[in-house]
């Protein structure tokens, strides 16, 4: 099957990684995701990814620290998930390159936007960590900032639901899932995509953002194979 997509920005988030323990990183889980990827690097897709920390750490959520400090510490948990990821996926037998926003050379290279590109160009999977590097700016941030830097053509957001809704429907049955919504109705709306820095990001370089459950990992090879799964943003 010929993939719809040359160079993607995978957004993951840590809890995906965490599965049913909910916190820290399960390596089954890790794998299936990974075995996925793999698919999709193996069928030519130039492949960032970005993935979160909120299996670790919610800086946001502590309400008791100065939010420099908890942003710093949430950075370091995307570090921790970026290591764990490349660790799989390099047992796939992918080249893997983890870059962080903050230096710290002895496990990473510090992001180089023209290295990131040349290292998928060669076909090697790129794992963007540190988010930013700035505090006040979330991961989904990271992603749209990465995606516009490196050329993707579209940002996979893979989430534990199966696309966007009008409304929350863990708490609402009668949630109504998007097909597809635009940037202007999530913002207005408030629909939980993205926060609204990114999805802004996103509307202004005009990168799409598709989002689907990654609790079915093989949606990552169908998704860039251009099949209609999950919410498309755009």
């Known amino acids: 099957m010929n993939t719809k997509y040359k160079r993607v920005l995978l957004k993951i988030s840590g809890e995906a990684l965490a599965g049913k323990n909910k916190n820290g990183i399960d390596f089954d889980t890790a794998l299936s995701i ?3 990827i793999k698919k999709c690097s193996d069928a030519g ?3 960032g990814i970005v993935i979160g920390g909120g299996n670790f750490w919610r800086g946001r959520s502590s309400g008791k620290m100065d939010r420099t400090r908890a942003d710093h510490m ?3 948990a995307t570090v921790i998930n970026s290591l764990g990821m490349c660790d799989v996926l390099e047992q796939l037998g992918i080249e893997v390159r983890v870059q962080t926003a903050i230096a710290m050379h002895q496990i990473a290279e510090p992001y180089i936007c023209s290295r ?3 290292h998928l160009e060669k076909g090697r999977i790129v794992i963007f960590g540190c988010g930013t590097g700035s505090p006040f700016f979330s991961t989904d941030t990271a992603a749209a900032l990465r995606a516009a830097e490196i050329g993707a053509e579209v940002i996979l957001k893979a989430t534990n639901t199966d696309g966007v809704y009008d409304s929350d429907p863990k708490t609402n049955p009668s949630a ?3 097909d597809e919504v ?3 109705e999530v913002l207005s709306k408030d629909l939980k995509v993205m926060d609204s820095t990114a999805a802004s990001m996103c509307r202004d370089n005009h990168i799409p953002i598709l989002v689907f459950n990654i609790n079915k990992p093989d949606n990552i090879y169908e998704t860039m194979c251009g099949a209609r799964i999950g919410t498309i943003v755009k």
């Open 34 to 36: 990974g075995r996925a």
């Open 45 to 47: 897709v130039q492949i």
């Open 74 to 76: 949430g950075m370091m």
């Open 116 to 118: 990131a590109v040349r």
């Open 176 to 178: 109504k899932m998007y």
């Open 182 to 184: 635009s940037f202007e």
